[in-house]
């Protein structure tokens, strides 16, 4: 209930820009990324999650201590910062830091320069968090800048250009001597790129010659005005009153205890990155909210005889410094808990949330998972506790973790500041986390456990355990700790402790979050990890008394992190550009992306940035909570009534048809959990969303189909079974020395484009025409649906699309869906409509990659020959057809990968469920297929005993062959770019390296695999290839060129301006591309396949190549003239300068009645090798380094296609080791966020990094000799699941384990560790499946 607090409203005043922001009425509701988009219209900072996971909406803060005299600056993350707590401070967005119109910061130039953005969505986050970090440290260490970007995501680039572009901020650039040979890399027929020492970029990708130098002189200053106003408000108590929320921020500890006193229930927000999740978790609201960061009290930081008191409003950076300070000038005995909190201070969160969260908040809002508790608590520190009635102590102890009455703080009583203790010379402290990700991601669990020993010896006199990720609170083995007191440290005692542990702490079978088995793995791994650092320690501090460690227990030591990572990359500039070409003509030349500058700046503007256009309404949806159900009724009364709310439209208000495949609206039906339902329309999202909260959908259940054992089980497919058959398999396996059988499971992958879908549609005045623009890959779709669910022609819908935040496949079909959604709720209304999904929205509804299912039969030879091969794959294509059809057709098609198996049986189904109906992903079920593949030859590796590359070898397509569709190929690419990959890798010098490490290391291993490709790229039928190209040329010269393809942050429109710039001769300057729409070029293929740009590039060239000879006569006449006179010559001639280009498309086919064809226009040959190293305590891995060699040299951009390769393979590395999606029994999907599904992160890449391009791979189909490089890398991506399984076959091997184990996909902690099976994993209780209900089953 809400409670009134006496004093009026203040003006709430903060700066941003440089600009004074007031605002009379501030909300405490309203956040800063909604205020900055919405009311300031600074469209710069992004929304990607929500939830403080992604890093796009980051902002610098800026404030000013006027105790201190001091100005502060630090990264945040807007989604999750209250205005109210902006009171006196200074934003900084990527608008104030730089723009086009006013100057371009280094920052930005260097950025895009270095090719640091694709898509752009995440670049002004980038922007930012480099930014602040530079604003404190102009000279920053390639560790801190790692560490600042923590917390930022990207989808496309795999963040090594981003990396180079921070390089040049910490040394000045010089050449790279060739790593060691000392000749000038510019002098050398490859241009080498190379981003290998600390602050060194040495790049023909981009020149840093070119970079402005930072001058810090050109920075905002902290407006005065603040500084006055800190230095009055002082004692000034600031209330800002909302519609249901008041906020006080009190200047004094006492009034502080009087508020708090008098509002019992008023949460403490200092960071909001607890309260500000929940809220947006549950939609809780608090009517009083307190803001104690103006409480001199709460930030003291001081020694005492015992430890430090630091403030509870000190935030989790600041504890960090501090800290570091400690350590640096301590005696080390008296730091162990610091060392141990400083361990975790390096992977929680990104460097924003570090930056916002208070270290008060994180005891008291004590999650589960969160990493710094248990080592507080086992480090014995006392919460100073305030109230009205006066001060006491506590102990954060395991009782105050779990909230018990007697051991927590009471209600009016708040956290002043928390005495941290120094530790004792016989004292040993250890913390333990594993997480999904090494940094950025919430552990699965984490521990503290410190021992303390009788002085000189090694007797137990007390012990604490405590793990988080295990209960709903952090819980303790307090009994099993005080059973082993008295206890000598030694192995007897180790074994007790095991047991004890795990008869104390219970994770029940079906507890949330699962990896059941793996979690109570842990709790014992982590035990023996501390115990073998406690003898260490010991053995450290009394040799002569203590034994050394073996060399086995010590590899059980040390934590495996990533370094900074390092990249190069080769390309073959001097031959790709003809030594005859114009050094005007940009082709071959790795051209800066054209919105490069624009994504850095914040300029570029995509779907929701579009200002609001006049009688616009907000759109949220109703989906379905039911996987598969009738539905009885839709009550919608109640959302009618909420202020604001304007509509609610059902499929009834379609005048025409609802959607193809996939209903827009259910109707009578749902057929998975997060179906759209019904949409509420209102003045503001906040209402929509409201308005959408109240309406009421009865259901009757049906029974639903959800994994793709239940679809065999039920019959239940999309499509009719794809087969293709080479050769006599049953012939085979008779004349076969052996049969191997297995099977092989691939989860699905969140496509996670960092902008989410959007739509916006307005309807014009006249004819009942429509502007939609939506965030799509497929134009021509949505342009079809739309009028269809309208029922008008297709003339009447114009969609438009200036560039896409990211797809991947994701927005070929869906976005169509959301455009009908909006545009039906637009006709209805006869207003403007916009839908922008929020995250969690978009992962429930737009499914993603096909989980994968596959059962093997090989017949082999003894020699390692694979002679016949038996495939079923399955897909689990969820509850539409979609394009699922495709994707199974390809995966038959593609599967034998780079492999000549003479009889061969590939069959395919398409599984149909009550999922989200799964659509298109980079490669397009190649992924899924090749992993298949080589999952086989590793299955004959290890039946053989012969080296995995051998294998490989023997079984590769040799010179011209023939594919199982029965098409000729030269695979002479394909033996060069295995040679070239195995001689650049090292390979058998680093496999020998890797043999030698793992014999001395028996708890870490290391694994290397090398991996070849055949990737076919386009479609199986010419239709898909056509394109088309409109190009105007204007009588000043200029020239504005569209054509059908999207930009996708693949750099299709920059590929096209170098097109133009060589057709017609004339610079870059002259040519500018608009906006892809359906107005210009009609009938557009979706932009996919890897030849988005090589197809829409020919149209572009016919187009340059007509207006070209129509210019022929002007030419000639004037053969020394300038282009203007040419043009304005022609003008004068009646000459059109307009001119449309058309690409008929790649000629393929396949029929599947003869199951031949040929399917697709050419293949692309790739080969990788990856190194990893494991830890098999944990299943912790690092990715050590990874060669890729392309046979594509001929590049139209080779700084796009080189980025295309990282990107993709960093996305490739997501979903063979990192991404992985939950669905509940019901069939609800459970991973919807940043927060529970993992995407690779900067710490995720390898830290050597390098790519190239083969030399002389031409190509006579595609543009230039071109080729199509969008999806490629993506497969490549398995080397580094083959690494790990390399690393875990050591593993098993040492340990006496079969070596035909199987492991699925992705390859994450949980499979590693369980796979390297050993005597904690065998201890631990094992539950039969069918006895519980799981928290999440597997739907592949
Ligand atoms: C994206 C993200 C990633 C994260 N990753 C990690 C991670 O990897 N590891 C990890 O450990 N944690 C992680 N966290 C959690 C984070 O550590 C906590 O949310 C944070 O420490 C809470 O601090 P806050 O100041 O934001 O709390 P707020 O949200 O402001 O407050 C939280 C609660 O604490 C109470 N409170 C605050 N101060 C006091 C006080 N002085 N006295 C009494 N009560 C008080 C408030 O009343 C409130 O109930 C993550 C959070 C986010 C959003
Ligand atoms: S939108 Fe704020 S972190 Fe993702
Ligand atoms: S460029 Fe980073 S998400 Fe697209």
Known sequence: MALAYPQPSDELVFFVNGRKVTERQADPEELLLYYLRKKLRLSGTKYGCGVGGCGACTVMISTYDPVAKQIQHHPANSCLLPICSLHGAAVTTVEGVGSIKARIHPIQERLA??????????????????????????????????????????????????????????GEPTCCQLRGTGQCCLDKEECVCTSSTEGQIHSGLCNPEEFPSMDPTQEFIFPPELMRMAQEQQKTTLVFRGKRTTWISPPSLKELLELKAKYPNAPLVVGNTSVGLKKNHHDTYHPIILHPVRIPEMHVVSSTNNGLVIGAACCLAQLRNILMEAVAKLPQEKTKIYQALLQHLRTLAGEQIRSMASLGGHIVSRGSTWDLNPILSVGKSVLNLASEDGERQILLNDQFLAGCENADLKAKEVVVSVLIPYSLKDDFISAFRQAGSQKNAFSIVNSGMRVLFNPGTDTIVDLSILYGGIGSTTISARKSCKKLIGRQWNDQMLNEACRLVREEIFLPPSAQGGKVEYRRTLLVSFLFRFYLEVLHGLYQMYPFRYAELSQKRMSALGLLQSGVPQGVQIYQMRCDVDPGQSPQDPVGRPIMHQSGIKHATGEAVYIDDIRPVDGELSLAVVTSIKAHAKIISIDALEALQVPGVVDVVTARDIPGENGKDEQAYAEDKVICVGQIICAVVAESLTQAKCGAEKVKIVYEDLEPVLTIEDAIKHNSYITEEKKIEKGDIEKGFKSADEIIEGELHIGGQEHFYLETNSVLVIPRVEDKEMDVYVSTQHVTDVQELVASALNLQSNKIMCHVKRVGGAFGGKITKPSLFAVVAAVAANKTGCP???????????????????????????????????????????????????????????????????????????????????????????????????????????????????????????????????????????????????????????????????????????????????????????????????????HIYIDGSVLVTHGGIELGQGIHTKMLQIVSRELKIPLSYIHFCETSTTTVPNGKYTAASVGTEINARAVQDACQILWKRLDPIRRDNPNGRWEDWISEAHKQSISLSATGYFKGYVTDMNWDTQKGHAFPYFLFGVACSEVEIDCLTGAHKNIRTDIIMDACFSINPAIDIGQIEGAFIQGVGLYTLEEIYFSPEGEQLTLGPDTYKIPAICDIPEQFRVYLLPNSRNSIAIYSSKGMGEAGFFLGSSVFFAIRDAVAAARKERGLPLDFTLSSPLTAEQIRMACADVFTEMIPKDKPGTYKPWAINVS
């Not at 009550?914 to 190649?926: K, V, Y």
Request: aromatic content about 12%; proline content about 4%.
């Open 113 to 170: 320069k270095c090719h640091g953005s694709q898509c752009g969505f995440c670049t002004p986050g980038m922007v930012m968090s480099i930014y602040a970090l530079l604003r404190n440290h102009v000279r920053p260490s390639m560790e801190q800048i790692i560490s600042a970007l923590d917390g930022n995501l990207c989808r496309c680039t795999g963040y090594r250009p981003i990396i180079d572009s921070c390089m040049s901020f910490v």
């Open 833 to 1031: 409509v916009r839908f922008a999904l929020e995250r969690n929205m978009d992962m429930l509804i737009t499914g993603g990659r096909h989980p994968f299912f596959g059962k093997y039969k090989v017949g082999l030879m003894n020699d390692g020959r694979i002679i016949a091969a038996d495939f079923q794959c399955y897909i689990n294509g969820g509850c539409t057809k979609d394009e699922s059809e495709l994707v199974i057709e390809y995966i038959v098609l593609k599967v034998d990968n780079a492999y000549n198996i003479p009889n061969l049986r590939v069959r395919g189904h398409a599984c149909k469920t009550n999922l989200p109906s799964n659509t298109a992903f980079s490669g397009f079920g190649f992924p899924q297929a090749g992993l298949f593949m080589e999952m086989c030859i590793v299955a004959v590796a290890t039946q053989t005993g012969l080296p995995h590359e051998k294998v490989r070898e023997i079984n590769m397509y040799k010179g011209v062959n023939l594919t199982s569709f029965k098409e000729e190929f030269n695979a002479e690419n394909l033996w060069k770019c295995w040679e070239e990959c195995l001689d650049k890798s090292d390979y058998y010098n680093r496999k020998a390296m890797v043999e030698e490490f793992n014999t001395k290391n028996y708890w870490k291993k290391k694994g290397i695999a090398i991996i070849p490709m055949k990737f076919s790229v386009g479609f199986n039928a010419t239709y898909f290839h056509q394109a088309g190209a409109l190009i």
